[in-house]
């Protein structure tokens, strides 16, 4: 993990690191003062942990390039993915409940981030209370997402998570303006599974579905979407997958 350190004179120039990169659904203004607030930017390779569960919460992180994962760990030592991040989203807000980071934070690929000393947003917040209400806004739209997942994670078949999940994979890249037919998953099958609620073969077993079904065509972690209705008609009603190749039991040998 590699820190550097924004200069002092450089934040209030441009270009910033920080410049165009906060949430596009993040209000204008509050935008501006926290980039204004920003002292570093930290490269992660792949795998790096940049904010680990219990330690005390000093820092907000937007991710400017490449995605993490959010991991918990439950009571008997299982670990958990709770959240994935990708560009243009801030890490670290449920800290604010506890003054502790909830979940680990770890880079999914080679990764760089831009931090917010949280001393410092608070400090520009509480002499402004409209960047207050604009910041329990977007915290409130977060939860309320979260949420969601945990409909998703209880309600739903497996096939329509894998649905819910690539929509929501469409919806990300379509508030950034990028293709929402064609792109790379930043996590593994067994990651993705973890977030779903559901083992890697059936991780497997769906993307290979979607694929004979044609849905979406599937290269390892690229992922196209061929059909948003078909798409939609997964999300909404579900399908039968077929059963998994059941091993031959040996052929037993006569003596």
């Known amino acids: 993990m590699k820190r550097h350190p ?17 949430p596009p659904d993040l209000h204008a203004e509050l935008q501006q003062r ?59 807000l449920s800290g604010f409940s506890h003054r502790c980071y909830t979940s680990d934070l770890v880079a999914l690929a080679p990764s760089v981030v831009c ?44 096939p329509q998570r894998i649905a819910c999940f690539l929509q929501r994979m469409q919806t990300a890249r379509g508030r950034l303006g990028e293709d929402v037919h064609s792109f790379e998953l930043p996590m593994t099958r067994e990651e993705l599974g973890s977030y779903l609620g559901l083992t890697m073969e059936t991780i497997s077993r769906l993307l290979s579905h979607l694929h004979a079904q044609d849905v979406a065509r599937i290269d390892k972690r690229h992922v196209h979407i061929l059909r948003d209705d078909l798409l939609q008609v997964w999300r909404d009603e ?14 037993l040998k006569l003596a």
């Open 115 to 158: 931090e917010f000393p949280v001393q410092s947003v608070e400090s520009a917040i509480s002499a402004d209370r409209a960047l207050l209400e604009r910041l329990l806004i977007y915290i409130s739209e977060n939860l309320e997402r979260a949420e969601q997942d945990q409909f998703m994670l209880g309600s739903l078949t497996a």
């Open 238 to 251: 579900g399908v039968d997958l077929p059963l998994p190749k059941r091993k031959k039991p040996p052929e």
């Open 34 to 92: 926290i980039t204004e607030v920003a002292t570093s930017t930290i490269e992660l390779a792949r795998g790096e942990i940049l904010a680990h569960s219990g330690a005390a919460f000093h820092h907000l992180y937007l991710v400017v390039s490449g995605a993490f994962k959010a991991v918990q760990l439950g009571a008997e030592g299982k670990s958990q993915i709770v959240c994935f991040y990708g560009p243009r989203e801030l890490m670290g």
């Open 6 to 22: 924004i200069p002092l004179p450089y934040r209030s120039q441009h270009p910033h690191p920080c410049d165009g990169r906060l």
